[in-house]
């Protein structure tokens, strides 16, 4: 099947995916951007246990958490024209990538309010009473208290989220969308040379990926500033009771209070 | 617009037919996949000198790249190594005799063996140390303590990601439509392309995967229950 195996085209087809990258890079952003604006819709009636909006938000997080992206992005590109016919709205000439973006972001918005519910359920109850406590109102303990300390909990989620997502984007080739994946397809049954140009495919998706997680790190360990404090407290503490450094190194970070949860 | 709901009865009960395809494959996917993943992690766990590192770059690597690009690459990559390997050694087996879904197989087994391999390692480590310290303690050996101790509690506590896996397996099944294995997306296709209804169909394979993932939920939810219950009982 196809030409001879030549690392060459390795390099050379690497070049021709990068200008690609931006289409998929496109629908990563736009549809994290959107779906966490979905997310956070959809987890408002759940965390504040609203009567009827609370069946709608499950039945909605069950159906895109239940059945395939591929799926769904099929599901949309087909079903979507016909729906909006009904209230005489033609989106016949739209282009496919709009469809792509959307049910990426539906799909992925439900992941985002899993992630909300559970950030911010995470954050212990005390402090918000303790905000409550000190004189705060409702919005003040929310956007002060639980909100910094929900993200620093949300951001491995998040990067999970974000870096699933640029996975799947490789399957908006099945709609024609000249991204990354389908891109080199088409480069691939021109030149014969396939397993070249998915290795490069690869090679790309694997370095940014790569990447991202790495800055997710960072900005993780940036927003847990305020848990190191108690580590370091702790150094000061072994430190004056005459412990070696290299004893401390055991102690890396805790996330507080997630050890005993049996 | 009209829905025909006649046809989307008519398409389910086409595509229920794939179905048997779809659950093989995340059947022999998550089952080689464990196995792989155990391996793996246990090579990780105990820090194996040169398998290590070699672990370690499997896990990142396949857990950095999209499913689709394994596919991709073991279904035009295998046939080249399995056919050079052949010839060098004069067997008369060639890759074309391999079955479409066998790439799908093998594939899929080596992406679920490094997303499980997380899953069992997680597990392993949420074991308390002190378990297997009071297993040594009453004079059990170390692969005692693993079979009658660890293992059970890891798995248990690996239950929930266990059943995240084999969900995501089955919605990675799809993906065998572009070797050529009709799956239950591939289906879709086929039965839409003589009326072009092609939103009823994928309704209905939307409604069938959405019941087997329900189903998958169910039970996992049911065996949760049941392994957990050594965990009665007491405060925390």
Redesign the interface.
Known sequence: ??EP?DISYVFEYLVKLLPTLKITLLIVVSSIVIGLGVGFIVALPQLYKIPILRRFSQVYL??F????????L??FY??LP??L??VNLDVAKVPAIYFVILTYALHSGAYMAEMIRAAVGAVDRGQVEAAYSVGMNGFQAFTRIVLPQAMAIAIPVFANLV?ANL??T??AFSLGIMEM?GKSQTL?VMSRH??ET??S??II??VI??GL?KLFHLLERKLLKHERRITTDVKEQLVKLGKTKRSLLGFGYSRGGRE??? | ?KLDFAFIWTAFLQLLTAVPTALAITVVSVSCGLLIGTTVAIIRLYKIPVLHPIAASYV??I???????HL??IY??L??IVDGISEALGLSFRSVSIPMIGFAYISFSITAGAYMSEVVRSGLL?VNRGQIEAAYSIGMTTSQAMRRIILPQAFSASLPNLSNSV?GM???S??AFTVSVVD??AK?QIVASTNWK??EA??A??LI??GL??IIERLTALAEKRFNLY?RGGV?
């Open positions: 099947m196809g195996f069950s159906f958490r239940g059945t395939p992206i591929l799926i769904q099929f599901l087909y079903g016909e729906i016919k009904l870096i996975k799947d490789s399957l994946t691939a396939f397993v998915y290795i495919l690869a998706y694997f990926s790569f997680e005993n949860e049996a | 617009m990142t690597f857990r950095g790249t999209p499913m689709l690009t991709l690459l035009f990559g046939p080249i949420a969900i089955l919605h990675g799809t993906l239950i997306n879709a092609f939103f994928y309704l394979a939307a995967f959405w993932t329900f965990n925390s």
